[in-house]
C-alpha cells in the first residue's frame, strides 16, 4: 500500500513538473511569499469550518440518487417531469446565487457578513429536506409532481443561503495563499466524506425503516436533521473566525455583475472550471451505462467503483495541496486536467473482459484527479477575490462567489444534458423495469466515447481557458490595509 502511495505520488509530481513548468506564472516563488502576515489558522476553526462541509456533500448526494426513483416509483410522476425536477433548482441557482452573494456582502450586525445566512441556510435546509420525501398520498401523479417541486425549489434555495456565503468564507479568513489552499483542501475532504455518507446510508436508512413512503420519510427526518446540525455547528464554530467590515458601494446589481464578468482572471479561471464541471459531470450519468452495458457488471458496482472515487480523492487531497505549494496553482491545475484526462481515456478500451480490479483502479486514478480540480480552481478563486479587493479596493467575495457557484451548476446541469445527447446520436434504447434491451454496436460505442474522448477533450480544452490566469500568486498581498475592507474577528 505504502509502495502504491508513493508510486502514484510519483507520476502525479511528474505530471506537475514534467512538461509543465512553463504554466508556472513567472513571478515570485508559489505560495512561498512572505509578505502576506497572516497567523496559521488553528485546527479547531478548520474543523469547524469544514463540517458544513458534511452537511453540504450529504445535502447535494441524496436528492440526485432518490429524489427521481421516489417520484417515478411511489408518486407515479413521469420520468419526463421527474427529469424537471431535477433540473428546476439547477437553473433556479444560477439566477439567485449572484444575488445572494451580493445581499451577505452588504449584510451588517453581530454575526458579520456571512454567519447569519449560515443560520438562515441551516434551518431552512433543515425543515424543506424533512418535507422533501413526504409528499401527499394520491392518485393525481401531478399533485406528487407540484409538490416535490415547490419544495425542491425552496430546499435549493435555503441551501444556496448558506452555501453561498460559506464558499466566501476562505477569502477573509487568510491573506496567505498557501493558508486558504489548507482550508480549502480541509473542506473538500469533508465534501467527499459528506458524498459518501449521503450516497451509502440514505438508500440503507430507507429500507431499514420499512421501504415505501414510511421509509423516506423516516429517511428524510434523520438526513435533513443531520445536515441542518452540520451546517449549525459551522455557525457556532465560526464565531471567531477572521472576517472584514467592507464598505457598501453604491453600484447597481447589474454593475456589479458586469464589473466581475470583466474580470480577466475570474472570467479565464470560470471557463476553465465550467469545462471540467461538465466533463465531470458527463462522466457521472455515464457511468452507469459503461458499468451495466459496456462491462457487462451488476450495477452494483457502479456504487463501489463511486466510493473508490472518492476515497481515493480524500486521501489524494494533502498532495494536491502539498504540490500547489511547490509548483503553483495554474500548474498543478494543468496537471490534474492532463491527469484525469489520461485516466478517462482509458475507457476507450473498456470492454466485459475487463476485471473488476482494473475498472475500479481507473475509478481511483479519476478521483486522484478530481480532487485536484475540485481543490485548486476553488483556492485559485480566493486569490482573484483578493486581487480584486487590492486593485479596486472592495471587498465583493459574496458576489464572486455567487457567480462562481453559478457557474458550477451550469457544468452540473449541462453535463447529463451532453450525456443524453450522446445516447441518442448513438440510437440508445431505453428499458423499462430495469430490462437489457439489445444495443446496436453503435449506443455501446457511443458509450465508449462519451466517458473517454468527450471529457478528455473538455479537460484539455479547459487548458486553453487556464492559459489566461496569469496572477502571480505571490502579489495577492495583504488587504488590511485597503480600503472599504477591514480585518476584524466577529
Not at 482550508?183 to 458524498?195: D, K, L, N, Y
Not at 450516497?199 to 431499514?208: E, H, K, Q, T, Y
Amino acid at each position: 500500500m505504502v509502495l502504491t502511495t508513493r508510486i502514484t505520488r510519483y507520476f502525479i509530481e511528474l505530471f506537475c513538473a514534467a512538461g509543465l513548468r512553463r504554466w508556472r506564472v513567472p513571478g515570485r516563488p508559489p505560495l512561498l511569499d512572505k509578505s502576506a502576515k497572516s497567523p496559521p489558522l488553528g485546527r479547531r476553526l478548520l474543523l469547524g469550518y469544514s463540517l458544513g462541509s458534511l452537511g453540504t456533500g450529504v445535502y447535494s448526494t441524496v436528492p440526485g440518487v432518490l429524489l427521481l426513483y421516489y417520484m417515478t416509483d411511489f408518486l407515479g410522476v413521469a420520468s419526463a417531469l421527474g427529469a424537471i425536477v431535477l433540473f428546476f433548482p439547477k437553473i433556479w441557482g444560477i439566477l439567485t446565487d449572484p444575488l445572494i452573494g451580493r445581499l451577505s456582502d452588504r449584510t451588517r450586525g453581530r454575526f458579520g457578513r456571512r454567519r447569519p445566512w449560515l443560520l438562515a441556510g441551516a434551518i431552512g435546509v433543515g425543515l424543506s429536506f424533512i418535507l422533501l420525501f413526504r409528499a401527499p398520498v394520491s392518485a393525481d401523479p401531478m399533485v406528487g409532481f407540484w409538490y416535490v417541486l415547490v419544495l425542491y425549489g425552496v430546499s435549493a434555495a435555503a441551501y444556496s443561503l448558506f452555501a453561498v456565503p460559506y464558499i466566501a468564507m476562505p477569502a477573509e479568513m487568510s491573506e496567505d495563499p498557501a493558508e486558504r489552499s489548507r482550508v480549502m483542501a480541509w473542506r473538500m475532504t469533508f465534501v467527499m466524506a459528506g458524498v459518501m455518507v449521503g450516497a451509502g446510508f440514505a438508500p440503507i436508512l430507507v429500507s431499514r425503516f420499512g421501504g415505501g413512503h414510511a421509509g423516506f420519510g423516516a429517511m428524510s427526518l434523520i438526513v435533513g436533521a443531520f445536515c441542518a446540525a452540520a451546517m449549525f455547528a459551522t455557525f457556532l464554530a465560526t464565531r471567531n473566525a477572521p472576517s472584514r467590515v467592507a464598505a457598501i458601494h453604491d453600484a447597481s446589481f447589474g454593475a456589479e455583475l458586469l464589473s466581475v464578468w470583466g474580470d480577466r482572471l475570474f472570467r479565464a479561471l470560470m471557463l476553465a472550471y465550467l469545462l471540467q464541471a461538465v466533463a465531470a459531470a458527463i462522466g457521472s450519468a455515464l457511468l452507469p451505462y459503461t458499468v451495466t452495458r459496456i462491462l457487462n457488471r451488476d450495477p452494483a458496482m457502479i456504487g463501489t467503483m463511486g466510493v473508490a472515487t472518492l476515497c481515493a480523492g480524500m486521501l489524494a487531497m494533502p498532495l494536491w495541496h502539498h504540490l500547489s505549494v511547490q509548483f503553483g496553482k495554474r500548474a498543478v491545475f494543468a496537471g490534474a486536467a492532463i491527469w484525469k484526462a489520461f485516466v478517462v481515456m482509458l475507457w476507450i478500451f473498456a470492454g466485459p473482459g475487463l476485471p473488476i480490479w482494473a475498472a475500479h483502479l481507473l475509478a481511483v486514478g479519476a478521483g486522484i484527479g478530481f480532487a485536484g480540480l475540485q481543490l485548486i480552481p476553488f483556492s485559485m478563486v480566493t486569490d482573484v477575490i483578493h486581487h480584486d479587493a487590492r486593485r479596486n479596493g472592495r471587498a465583493r467575495e459574496g458576489v464572486y462567489t455567487g457567480v462562481w457557484t453559478s457557474c458550477e451548476k451550469a457544468g452540473l446541469a449541462i453535463g447529463p444534458l451532453f450525456a443524453a445527447a450522446v445516447l441518442a446520436l448513438g440510437g440508445y434504447v431505453a428499458s423499462k423495469n430495469g430490462a437489457m434491451t439489445p444495443q446496436a454496436p453503435t449506443a455501446l460505442l457511443a458509450i465508449r466515447l462519451g466517458i473517454s474522448v468527450l471529457p478528455a477533450a473538455l479537460l484539455l480544452l479547459s487548458l486553453a481557458a487556464m492559459r489566461r490566469f496569469d496572477l502571480v500568486e505571490g502579489d495577492v498581498g495583504d488587504l488590511g490595509s485597503q480600503e472599504g475592507a477591514e480585518p476584524q474577528r466577529g
